[in-house]
């Protein structure tokens, strides 16, 4: 069947970086470099605005069980508070915006130091052209900040790629698992939905998409979780990106 879609929306964990990428060497850097970066730009504006964001965040989740407060102030408690939160969210992999925009600073830092190079699969960029050069326009949507998203194209094992992508999303349009974060996307870029095809590793999220009226195909990339067989049958699965150019 022809790719008929203007609009590629790409997830990028477990679709065109692996997810260990993200899990062995993204995650444990945060956690490694945490306490020093706070103690370094705790009087930084830009960090001022991710604590607000997570003092903000902290309100929400009071009466989340085993929750981590946050104390006020600016002394050695109150820097301590932070990175147990900071951890305490990091440990049950929590999507909140707060959160992921403090990644996104810290992995800068790393990325910027040479400290960290972004892994995309061997396949991605090649299509990646294709398709551009087939007219098609390219964009992400992660739970990662948009900020975290260009710093790992920019700074990718391949070079700065970014120029391949016209826009990031994140979870400011909303969760993934939710149509209408579809819907606000395809107003945002001022298409229809149906001109959308989304890749994603993760079947909750394709059904969202599908329910918003875009169409999405399933990875099943090496170190995934195992699709669902009931769920992901309705869906076109592919282990490469190089498949979509098969079906031109």
């Known amino acids: 069947m022809p790719l008929n879609e203007n609009v590629i929306l790409l997830d990028i964990e477990g ?10 060497t993204l995650f444990p ?5 945490l306490e020093d970066y706070i103690e ?4 930084d504006e830009s960090f001022q605005q991710d604590l607000e964001l997570l ?4 309100v929400i989740d009071s009466n989340v069980e085993g929750f981590v407060p946050i104390s006020s102030g600016n002394d050695h408690n109150a820097k301590k508070s932070v990175i ?8 049950y992999d929590k999507k909140t915006t707060a959160l992921k925009q403090l990644q996104g600073h810290i992995w800068k830092d790393g990325y910027e130091s040479g400290l960290l190079k972004g892994h995309l699969y061997e396949d991605v960029l090649p299509v990646l052209n294709k398709l551009t050069d087939l007219g098609k326009k390219i964009y992400t949507y992660s739970s990662g900040s948009t900020e975290a998203q260009e710093y790992l194209f920019q700074y990718s094992m391949y070079g700065d790629v970014s120029s391949i992508f016209s ?3 994140d979870t400011k349009m909303g969760p993934k698992g939710s149509e209408t974060s579809y819907i606000n996307i395809a107003n945002e870029i001022n298409v229809n ?7 994603t ?11 918003a009226g875009c169409n999405s195909i399933l990875l099943a990339r090496p170190g995934n979780a195992p699709l669902d067989f009931e769920k992901s049958s309705k869906f076109r699965i592919i282990k490469t990106l190089d498949e979509l150019l098969k079906i031109q």
């Open 15 to 24: 679709t065109i970086t692996s997810i260990s990428f993200v899990k062995d």
């Open 29 to 33: 850097y945060v956690s490694t470099v």
């Open 40 to 43: 370094k730009h705790w009087n």
């Open 55 to 58: 003092r903000a965040q902290a």
């Open 84 to 91: 147990n939160n900071v951890l305490w969210q990091m440990k």
């Open 167 to 169: 826009k990031y999303f």
């Open 193 to 199: 939905c149906s001109d959308i095809l989304f890749l």
């Open 201 to 211: 590793d993760v079947v909750a999220e394709a059904e969202a998409a599908i329910k």
